[in-house]
């Protein structure tokens, strides 16, 4: 049973840290390039950062340059994001995806749930 689950979420004051975590399970989770994704009220849902399926190679929508870090431990099938400066605009609802890469998960998505980060003072 495919499960991607976040957690870490929370209300931070401006300028404060979060760091999310995504626990994946079901798959083989090193054949999946991992993204975090982020949904605002009234507004679509946007890639914020991303990772290869060999944790080389990242990369980050502008808005959070400089101020979010994902990572991966493919040993414990977790992706994180490590959210530094945060700035009211990052709230929003935060999704983790899975997307196939090699072999047989080619064209394949998981989804999480979501969990919530609440910006503000």
């Known amino acids: 049973q495919v499960q991607v689950v976040e957690s870490g979420g929370g209300l931070v004051q401006p300028g404060g840290s979060l760091r999310l975590s995504c626990a994946a399970s079901?798959?083989?989770?090193?054949?999946?390039?991992m993204n975090w994704y982020r949904q605002a009220p009234g507004k679509e849902r946007e890639l914020v950062a991303g990772?290869?399926?060999?944790?080389?190679?990242?990369n980050y929508a502008d808005s959070v340059k400089g101020r979010f870090t994902i990572s991966r431990d493919n040993a414990k099938s977790t992706v994180y994001l490590q959210m530094n400066g945060l700035k009211r605009e990052d709230t929003a609802v935060y999704f983790c995806?899975?997307?196939?890469?090699?072999?047989?998960?080619?064209?394949?998505?998981?989804w999480g749930q979501g969990t919530q980060v609440t910006v503000s003072s």
């Open positions: 995806n899975a997307r196939g890469v090699r072999f047989i998960a080619k064209g394949r998505n998981y």
């Open positions: 079901g798959f083989t989770f090193s054949w999946y390039a």
């Open positions: 990772i290869t399926s060999d944790g080389v190679t990242t």
